[in-house]
């Protein structure tokens, strides 16, 4: 059972924008992490990449290479979700988002390179498509 729910996903061309939600469903801890990884089509699940990731206590945040500068991560504590603005998107952000979270991390990669990121997350949601055409 999905612990998180995403929203938002759809279909735009490169250069749009998008903005996906993230809202816990059964997921009920305020400390930690949560933040966004993709997967992309025809990739395992064992080949998701992290996007962006934010500290629930303290709001930092943590961005992939690949989308600083283009993506936002932001949460609204009062409505208990998270959300990715994805601007400027590109054909080949087009992947599966799903929203990731553990109560236990005290800070949201481990390490400059992030290996072992995607262990780190325990909870998670049933993903939402983004497609962005040429």
């Known amino acids: 059972q999905a612990q998180l729910a995403e929203s938002g996903g759809g279909s735009v061309q490169a250069g749009g924008s998008l903005r996906l939600s993230c809202s816990p469903s059964?997921?009920?801890?305020?400390?930690?992490?949560w933040g966004w990884f993709r997967q992309y089509p025809g990739d395992p699940a064992e080949k998701r990449e992290g996007?962006?990731?934010?500290?629930?206590?303290?709001?930092?945040?943590y961005y992939a290479d690949a989308v600083k500068g283009r993506f936002t991560i932001s949460q609204d504590n009062a409505k208990r979700t998270m959300y990715l603005q994805m601007n400027s998107l590109q054909p080949g952000d087009s992947a599966i988002y799903y929203c990731?979270?553990?109560?236990?991390?005290?800070?949201?990669?481990?390490?400059?390179?992030?290996?072992?990121?995607?262990?780190?997350?325990?909870?998670w949601g049933q993903g939402t498509q983004v497609i962005v055409s040429s």
């Open positions: 059964a997921y009920r801890y305020s400390t930690g992490c």
């Open positions: 996007v962006a990731f934010i500290l629930i206590d303290s709001g930092h945040t």
């Open positions: 990731a979270a553990d109560p236990y991390l005290p800070r949201c990669t481990p390490g400059d390179n992030w290996t072992g990121l995607l262990a780190q997350y325990n909870y």
